[in-house]
């Protein structure tokens, strides 16, 4: 239905909005955002992909695609498996993508990157044997939606990753929101000129579902099997779930 509101951050707006809105942050952010994230993460970004790549247990020749995979992290550490995955990196918005692909042919590797949004995957059914998303789910404005068709493109017997953030451990909660409102929006107003998108997306974290709440979407589209691992006192959690 038209003029139905979702979030944006903190702030509410129309839904036909959303992907306009966060494509505006993204290509603000797109140039910068590994130096970004190696910033506001203390570099931990890298052990927490660390362990998507290290607890996914493929198969070689695996079929992987990656969505909203933007400056390829992800992508490019499943290629650097040496195990002949077919493997697609794909985002919703063509500046992050640009610079994924200039990462993965610096590094050698040549593989198909795909501007596709996640609710509508230009992708056959049953195909892959994996779908990864990283810290993209919270910027989706269907989210069922974009599990549903995460559903249909797997084959029988494949799994959904999702890295995201999620809601950290109650005792840490005041320091963590203290660095995040306060230092996080800084960090982007001093070193890339761009407050007011880092302030989204620290607000988006807090908007998004809760590990539980996740699992029971996730189930709710048709996954089983599922569990999510917190990381760091659950500042992250790494959900899987399987299509049987």
Not at 140 to 157: D, F, I, N, Q, W
Request: hydrophobic share 40%.
């Amino acid at each position: 239905m038209k003029n139905e509101e979702t979030n944006f951050g903190f702030k509410k707006i129309k839904k036909e909005e959303k992907v306009g809105r966060v494509g505006e942050v993204f290509n603000s952010v797109a140039t910068n955002y590994d130096l970004m994230n190696n910033l506001m993460s203390f570099g931990l970004h890298k052990a927490w992909k660390k362990v998507v790549i290290e607890t996914a247990f493929l198969k070689s020749k695996a079929k992987i695609l990656d969505i909203a995979a933007g400056t390829a992290d992800l992508t490019l550490s499943f290629a650097n498996e040496k195990k002949d995955y077919e493997i697609f990196h794909t985002d919703i918005n063509f500046s992050m993508l640009k610079e994924g692909k200039k990462k993965l042919v610096n590094n050698g590797k040549i593989l198909p990157s795909i501007v596709c949004d996640a609710e509508s995957l230009p992708f056959p059914s049953n195909y892959f044997d994996c779908v990864t998303v990283g810290f993209g789910l919270r910027n989706m404005t269907h989210k069922e939606k974009a599990l549903s068709e995460m559903y249909r493109v797997l084959s029988p017997g494949g799994k959904l990753i999702i890295l995201e953030f999620s809601k950290i451990w109650g005792p840490l909660r005041k320091v963590y929101d203290l660095f995040s409102f306060n230092v996080v929006p800084k960090l982007g107003k001093y070193i890339v000129n761009d407050e007011e998108s880092y302030r989204y997306l620290v607000e988006s974290i807090r908007m998004h579902p809760s590990q539980d709440e996740l699992k029971k979407i996730m189930i709710a589209e048709g996954f089983e099997n599922v569990s999510y691992l917190n990381l760091n006192a659950g500042i992250v959690a790494i959900h899987k779930g399987y299509k049987f």
